[in-house]
């Protein structure tokens, strides 16, 4: 199994089942108030290129409720591709910490983070894909499944953009054998090696199929669920007017596509603009699981913590080697007072 988190694409459908298989018992005991301090005295490296609610916030807590330290590193205040390489940096932090998130601008950083590190790193965003978002999305999809029906048997519609989201999304549905539709203008469809990797993952599963079309009032119609994301992302500011006019008014979620869908769900990664790929009618509707969706990141961050980090770890120190290495401490504290001046100094 991989040491890290960069793409759903790396790991078997098994694995991937345990680790849902894994949130799923996380967030039982959460509920509980009985999550195992299982990352006790142990840290995690949080960096940030981009800020994010979720990201940030899941990933934190997550290493809290697990017993341990997250550590936010935000641009500025570490060196990370500026006076540093970032192999460099991945050397420095993972001889410090005993993992390492990142939420970078571009893929190849997180690439070469990890090859870098000592330790797993975790793939918090990239402008190519965002894994952690993928992984809790199948896991909300499978606590809202329709009656009847298995995730196998669901169709997942993303409307839109063909975003980090949108390929995160398309890579593990069909991994899982799931059906998926990308729905938007055709100059913004997901591109063919993108498609390539699904119909290659729907072979390996037996099961599943995937298609691009502009025909979005068809293809929600036979959704379970239907996906939206932003229309642009970070350097494409300038391109606003131009996406807006390519998307709106027909490819925005609004109560007239959504109900053309009548079986379906609502979903986003958030944050959303309203108004924009979604209305305030469908985003805060009986039918929208989009803020269950946040909330799973963090049931989300603590699975992927501990199947990552734990097994790793070495063998936890007997209380009587504690006592003993607390003993030395303490007793060279307490005779300091009294060595020579040429060893203090």
Request: glycine share 4%; hydrophobic share 40%.
């Amino acid at each position: 199994m991989p040491r890290d988190f960069l793409d759903t694409n790396d790991f078997s459908v098994a694995e991937l089942s345990s680790m849902l298989e894994l949130i799923r018992h996380l967030k039982d005991a959460d509920a509980v108030g009985c999550v195992p301090e299982l990352l006790a005295r142990r840290s995690l490296a949080m960096i940030f290129e981009e800020p994010s609610t979720r990201t940030r916030v899941s990933f934190e807590v997550a290493m809290a409720k697990l017993g341990g330290h997250g550590l936010y590193l935000k641009p500025g205040e570490i060196h990370l591709g500026v006076r540093e390489s970032v192999g460099d940096t991945a050397r420095v932090l993972s001889s410090m910490c005993d993992a390492i998130e990142a939420r970078v601008l571009r893929h190849e950083t997180v690439v070469e983070l990890a090859r870098h590190s000592s330790v797993p790193v975790i793939n918090g965003l990239s402008d190519y894909n965002h894994p952690t978002q993928a992984l809790c999305d199948v896991f909300t999809m499978g606590e809202h499944l329709p009656p009847g029906k298995t995730l196998a048997d669901c169709m997942v519609v993303f409307v839109g953009d063909r975003t980090n989201v949108c390929s995160s999304l398309l890579h593990i549905t069909t991994k899982l054998g799931m059906h998926f539709v990308h729905a938007g203008p055709s100059e913004y469809l997901s591109p063919p090696e993108w498609l390539e990797t699904a119909q290659a993952n729907i072979a390996a599963a037996g099961h599943g199929s995937v298609a691009v079309t502009e025909e979005v009032e068809e293809a929600v119609t036979h959704a379970d669920f239907v996906y939206t994301d932003l229309w642009w992302w970070v350097d494409q500011e300038d391109e606003i007017p131009e996406r807006r006019a390519a998307f709106m008014p027909r490819y925005q979620v609004n109560e007239t596509l959504f109900s053309k869908a009548p079986h379906a769900l609502f979903m986003h990664c958030l944050p959303a603009s309203r108004g924009v790929e979604v209305t305030d009618e469908v985003l805060d509707s009986e039918r929208s699981i989009a803020f269950d969706q946040a909330q799973n990141r963090l049931f989300t961050e603590m699975a992927l913590l501990t199947w990552f980090v734990v097994p790793r770890l070495p063998t936890e120190p007997t209380s009587d080697l504690r006592v003993h290495h607390e003993a030395l401490v303490r007793d060279f504290l307490a005779h300091a007072a009294d060595l020579p001046p040429h060893l203090v100094h």
